[in-house]
Nanobody
Framework: QLQLVESGGGLVQPGGSLRLSCVIS??????????IGWFRQAPGKEREEVSC????????YYSDSVKGRFTISKDNAKKTVYLQMNSLEPEDTANYYC???????????????WGQGTQVTVSS
């Protein structure tokens, strides 16, 4: 059974930056065989996909709302996926969830397992 644990959320002012981390554990795991990504859900809104990274580093998907501001990366040795978030806006406020499954550049993720989430609040 795979476990995904997010960290790095918090309160940040508009224009600021945060880096989210997702540590994945459970059985022998090679991240190069999986797609891993980030979703977010704001109060009263549906969960939306933010970004994912596929079986190679050239397979990356970003939603239009974060393209150019967020960067996804992974460290297979640490079994960790990161989401660097720059130029944060109040509209980025949400609970951010890590997910594992498959990822394509065009369609994003098909999710197999979810993390519990980490809250990001962008406010002055």
């Amino acid at each position: 059974q795979l476990q995904l644990v997010e960290s790095g959320g918090g309160l940040v002012q508009p224009g600021g930056s945060l880096r989210l981390s997702c540590v994945i554990s459970g059985r022998t795991l090679d991240l190069d065989y999986y797609g891993i990504g980030w979703f977010r859900q704001a109060p009263g809104k549906e969960r939306e996909e933010v970004s994912c990274i596929g079986t190679s580093d050239d397979i990356k998907y970003y939603s239009d709302s974060v393209k150019g501001r967020f960067t996804i990366s992974k460290d297979n040795a640490k079994k960790t996926v990161y989401l660097q978030m720059n130029s944060l806006e109040p509209e980025d406020t949400a609970n951010y969830y890590c997910a594992i499954g498959s990822c394509t550049v065009v369609d994003g993720m098909a999710v197999r397992s979810w993390g519990q989430g980490t809250q990001v609040t962008v406010s002055s």
